[in-house]
């Protein structure tokens, strides 16, 4: 299986490139965001999580990894699977990879877009005025979830980076140049 983990801050562009990924790999793309606003939000659960996503908070781990599971679950003929914004912190890489070892598979790479913090802001704003999620919109909130992530989700890379499975891209540059330099750095590890 080509299970991916796709990484990156808030506005490096996951979403988008995990389509184009999905489309050329045919891989199920699992949003951990997608997934959290797609919970029926009467739900103890959704609003558990709402409670943290709102501020600009990670869910916490056992939460996640239990909604991961059953997303993963619906999918058991899968080619691979595109981790998008999963795993956060460094017991959700760990859970991920006992949770895929159980499965008789692994993540095969983390793929890293780097994208300085002035560009991601301008990105989450203007995703703000076209998606209308008041999360992207809230210069205070975005600065949390960059600081969120600088602080908690960062350091996962380490994680994969030990394992020999991190690769970092340029994620500065049109949609299709980031594409390529994606695409280019899976064919080298298939």
């Known amino acids: 299986m080509l ?3 796709l990484f990156g801050p808030p506005g490096a562009g996951k979403g988008t490139q995990s389509e184009r990924l999905r489309e050329e790999y045919d891989l199920v793309h699992i949003s951990t965001g997608d997934v959290f ?8 659960l959704a609003k ?4 943290y996503s709102v501020k600009g908070n990670l869910v916490p781990d056992n939460i996640t990894i239990q909604i991961l599971e059953g997303e993963v679950s619906k999918h058991p003929e899968a080619l691979g699977v595109i ?9 959700q890489a760990e ?6 070892e159980s499965k008789d598979t692994a ?11 002035d560009e991601l802001k301008t990105r989450l704003i ?14 205070e909130i975005i600065q949390n979830r960059i600081n969120t992530y600088k602080k908690s989700t960062a350091p996962v890379a380490n994680f994969y980076k030990a394992q020999d499975k991190l690769i970092e891209i340029d994620g500065v540059g049109s949609i299709d140049e980031i594409t390529g330099r994606i695409f280019n750095a899976i064919e080298t590890i298939k």
């Open 95 to 100: 859970a991920l990879d006992k949770f895929l």
């Open 107 to 117: 993540v095969k790479t983390m793929i890293s877009l780097v994208v300085p913090e």
């Open 83 to 91: 981790y998008d914004g999963f795993p956060r912190t460094t017991g």
């Open 3 to 5: 299970n991916i983990v």
């Open 48 to 51: 558990l999580a709402k409670s």
């Open 126 to 139: 203007a995703r703000a005025e076209v998606s209308g999620r008041a999360d992207d919109a809230d210069s």
């Open 37 to 44: 606003r797609a919970l029926d939000p009467t739900s103890e």
